[in-house]
């Protein structure tokens, strides 16, 4: 049976139970992943996830999704910390069965972040867990750099937040 058309859009307010679910089990796949944990998210208030899915409506920042059917299967988020630094890519999931070149989840978000992006800058930014390689080869693979930049992880265990830059125009 062949799958649904992927849609990529941006979220919007009446989103939040979808955007809820979906960074519930973004939290229970990749814990390590997100500046968030399982157990504060899960005391958020509906407010609370009403403001996050207004992100995709806002100008300063924009968070796109991947919908195939009904079934949400990846996020990206982007926004601009400051002007000195540009464009900040975070929230970056996918579902573990649609992950890989052959789905095009990954490919197809991030297509529509680095036009987001481009808008706004040169570049576009992220970072990854030094203890999330498979990330940090698969940003490799889509023209990240890694810059020399690294900064403390905000959570436990620890350990280092390595920056990595792409050009987008």
């Known amino acids: 049976m062949p799958r649904p058309e992927l849609v990529i859009r941006t979220t919007r307010e009446d989103d939040w139970q979808a955007v809820r679910a979906l960074r519930l089990e973004m939290l229970r796949d990749t814990p390590l992943a997100y500046a968030d944990t399982l157990e504060r998210s899960l005391g958020y208030d509906e407010a609370e996830w009403r403001r996050r899915a207004?992100?995709?409506?806002?100008?300063?920042?924009?968070?796109v999704v991947a919908i195939e059917g009904d079934r949400w299967v990846g996020t990206m988020s982007c926004y601009v910390p400051d002007q000195a630094t540009g464009p900040m890519l975070v929230?970056?999931?996918v579902a573990p069965d649609r992950r890989g070149d052959d789905a095009g989840v990954t490919r197809a978000l991030l297509a529509e972040i680095e036009r987001w992006a481009a808008e706004r800058a040169d570049t576009l930014r992220l970072e990854v867990h030094e203890d999330n390689p498979r990330a940090r080869r698969f940003?490799?693979?889509?023209?990240f750099e890694l810059t020399g930049h690294s900064r403390p992880y905000e959570l436990e265990p620890g350990g280092l937040e390595l920056e990595m830059v792409k050009r987008v125009r």
């Not at 207004?54 to 968070?63: D, K, L, V």
């Not at 940003?139 to 023209?143: A, I, Q, T």
């Open 91 to 93: 929230g970056v999931y």
């Open 139 to 143: 940003y490799e693979k889509l023209g």
């Open 54 to 63: 207004r992100r995709g409506e806002s100008n300063g920042q924009t968070a």
